[in-house]
Nanobody, 123 residues
């Protein structure tokens, strides 16, 4: 059974940084990884995605230049480095794995999801 476990969330001040990690267990497939977020009362939105080989990376425009997605396949872990955080980044952040191996902005392209980790940015 495939499990995704996120870590690294917390409460910070605007301008601070956080690094989220997502560790995948239960599969050796060549999966693509994505990060999504869901603010209170909002729909889940795409944040970033990275392909299995890390040759393809995508970001939502609102985080470009501030967030960096990466992965370490030897550790079965994907990361989201978040710098210059803003109050509007406050949300529950979810990682997801896609069996197709590429980068995808649609939630329907992902097969497995983590439980989410809260990120709160105060002004």
């Amino acid at each position: 059974q495939v499990h995704l476990v996120e870590s690294g969330g917390g409460s910070v001040q605007a301008g601070d940084s956080l690094r989220l990690a997502c560790t995948v267990s239960g599969t050796s497939s060549t999966y693509g990884m994505g990060w999504f977020r869901q603010g209170l009362g909002k729909e889940r939105e795409f944040v970033a995605a990275i392909s299995w080989s890390a040759t393809m990376i995508e970001y939502v425009d609102s985080v470009k230049g501030r967030f960096t997605i990466s992965r370490d396949n030897a550790k079965n872990t994907a990361y989201l480095q978040m710098n210059s955080l803003k109050p509007e980044d406050t949300a529950v952040y979810y990682c997801a794995a896609s069996q197709y191996g590429g980068t995808y902005r649609e939630t329907t392209m992902y097969d497995y999801w983590g439980q989410g980790t809260q990120v709160t940015v105060s002004s």
